[in-house]
């Protein structure tokens, strides 16, 4: 799904206008992305984590010479969907209920 796919079910499913329902969308990506360049991980309820991880500087190769070449150290983001995403996928894309906890 793109941005303007997403924008476009906006626009039929909330009926908002198309601009609105653009700048809702570039809204709410530039907060994610603002708060991942501020250092902070982006928590969505029901859809998963976006987390940042630093990874150290290594050694490595270039698969066609064989000349070894370092690759600095970086900070990443990575992605860890929530336990309800993966079931909606394993499960077609129907809407799957969540479970009730058992005590005891």
């Known amino acids: 799904m793109t941005k303007q796919e997403l924008t476009d079910h906006l626009v039929d499913t909330m009926r908002l206008t198309g601009k609105e329902s653009k700048r809702l969308v570039e809204s709410f990506f530039n907060t994610i992305r603002a708060t991942l360049a501020a250092g902070e991980e982006v928590k969505l309820h029901g859809f998963g984590n976006f987390t940042l991880h630093d990874k150290r500087a290594r050694p490595g190769r270039n698969p ?41």
């Not at 929530?82 to 906890?101: D, I, N, V, W």
Request: proline share 7%.
């Open 64 to 104: 066609q010479t064989g000349e070894v070449v370092p690759i600095t150290a970086r900070r990443v983001v990575t992605f860890r969907a929530s336990h309800l995403l993966k079931e909606a996928c394993l499960a077609g894309g129907k809407p799957c209920r969540r479970q009730p906890r058992r005590r005891g």
